[in-house]
C-alpha cells in the first residue's frame, strides 16, 4: 500500500471495505477463499467470476483461485443454475420498446445484456467452457459457447453482437456519454449511422430493431429448450 500511494499520490485505501465484514481481517488467505467458494459461494457469484482475468500481481496466486473455482463449479445443480440465471436477466431487462422510450443497447430485450445472459447460462453449464472463460474476452466467449447453439443462429447471433457492441462503443466515445442509450437528437443519430456504415438514420433505426427482435426469439428458443418458466 505504501508503494501503491508513492506511485499514485492520491490514491486511498477504504478499509471499512472488507471480506466479511468490519470485524473481519481487511483481506485474507487463499485457504479462506477456497472455503468460502466451496461451503458458502451462490450461483451469482460464479456467473460473476467467470468474467475474472489475470491483469498484473502474483500470476500463481491467481491460478490458485481459478483452480479451486473451477473445481468448485462441478458442483451446481444445472437446473437451479439455469432458474437463477433467467431471474436475474428478468430482474435487469427493460422490457419492450414504446415509441417515446429511448432504445438501450445494454438492457433491451434482445440487447447485450441478453447475449450475455445466453454466455453465462452456457459457461455455467459446461465446466469445460467455464474452465476456459478466464482466458477469453467477451467475443471470445461467446464464439466458445456458441457450439451448443442451433447452427442456424449462431452466426447471427456473434454478428448481432459485434454490431451491438460496436454501437455501444460508439455512442460512449463519439458522444461521450456514459449509457448505452440511442440518442435522440437526429444529428447524432446520423454520426452513428455513419461510423456503422448505413445510408440512413431510418434504417439503422430499423436494424437495430430487426437484430433486438431476432435475439430475443432466440433467447426465448434457448429458456424454451431448457424448460425454464
Not at 3 to 16: H, N, T, V
Not at 39 to 68: D, P, V, Y
Not at 92 to 117: P, V
Not at 140 to 163: G, H, M, P, T
Request: aromatic share 10%; glycine share 4%.
Amino acid at each position: 500500500m505504501q508503494i501503491l500511494r508513492k506511485e499514485i499520490p492520491q490514491f486511498e485505501i477504504d478499509f471499512r471495505l472488507r471480506p466479511e465484514g468490519k470485524s473481519s481481517p481487511l483481506v485474507i488467505e487463499i485457504a479462506g477463499y477456497e472455503k468460502y467458494i466451496n461451503n458458502r459461494m451462490r450461483i451469482w457469484e460464479f456467473q460473476a467470476l467467470s468474467k475474472t482475468q489475470f491483469i498484473c500481481g502474483n500470476e500463481n496466486l491467481f491460478n490458485q483461485f481459478i483452480n479451486i473455482r473451477n473445481e468448485q463449479i462441478k458442483n451446481i445443480d444445472p437446473l437451479e443454475t439455469a432458474g437463477e440465471t433467467f431471474a436475474a436477466y428478468k430482474a435487469k431487462l427493460n422490457f419492450g420498446i414504446s415509441s417515446n422510450q429511448k432504445i438501450n443497447l445494454k438492457s433491451n430485450s434482445g440487447a447485450l445484456l441478453t447475449i450475455d445472459t445466453i454466455v453465462q447460462l452456457f459457461l455455467m453449464l459446461n465446466h469445460k467452457f467455464y474452465n476456459e472463460s478466464y482466458k477469453l474476452n467477451g467475443l471470445e466467449k461467446l464464439r466458445l459457447v456458441s457450439q451448443k447453439i442451433a447452427e442456424e443462429y449462431r452466426q447471427d447471433l456473434i454478428d448481432n453482437y459485434i454490431y451491438l457492441k460496436n454501437a455501444q462503443i460508439a455512442i460512449q466515445n463519439l458522444m461521450n456519454q456514459k449509457k448505452s442509450t440511442m440518442p435522440n437528437d437526429k444529428n447524432k443519430v446520423a454520426l452513428l449511422a455513419t461510423y456503422l456504415k448505413e445510408p440512413d438514420n431510418q434504417i439503422l433505426l430499423e436494424k437495430i430493431k430487426s437484430i433486438l427482435n431476432t435475439n430475443t426469439n432466440l433467447f426465448n428458443k434457448i429458456k424454451s429448450d431448457n424448460q425454464i418458466s
